[in-house]
């Protein structure tokens, strides 16, 4: 599986971005998907999972906020995120095919390059 996200950019606090990772691969509706994120200086830490059985799971920091979904026909998994704060501020990457607890770095196999996003105060 190959990963390619966009959508990351410049917003002011409040704002709202899009993410959105195109996965390759024929079995993209098998496979569970997520949003990490990772500041300078800190570790890459969870943000929204979604199960290929659609349930979906969020960081605390996440809930109420942000919403993933994903588009099978386009092999594309989205994070819409509302609210934006400063401290969402960080590179975001997208993940796939999950082996473990779904919050843990180490459990998914494949990555994408990540995308920026930047929330002004």
């Known amino acids: 599986v190959q990963l390619q996200a966009s959508g990351g950019g410049l917003v002011q606090t409040g704002g709202s971005l899009r993410l959105s990772c195109a996965a390759s691969?024929?079995?993209?509706?098998?496979?569970?998907l997520a949003w990490f994120r990772q500041a300078p200086g800190t570790e890459r830490e969870f943000v929204a999972a979604?199960?290929?059985?659609?349930?979906?799971y969020y960081a605390t920091s996440a809930k109420g906020r942000f919403t993933i979904s994903r588009d099978n026909a386009k092999r594309t998994v989205y994070l819409q995120m509302n609210s934006l704060q400063p401290e969402d501020t960080a590179v975001y990457y997208c993940?796939?095919?999950?082996?473990?607890?779904?919050?843990?770095?180490?459990?998914?196999?494949?990555w994408g390059q990540g995308t920026q996003v930047t929330v002004s105060s």
């Open positions: 993940a796939a095919r999950q082996t473990g607890p779904y919050y843990l770095p180490a459990s998914w196999n494949h």
């Open positions: 691969g024929r079995t993209f509706r098998a496979n569970s």
């Open positions: 979604t199960h290929w059985t659609d349930a979906t």
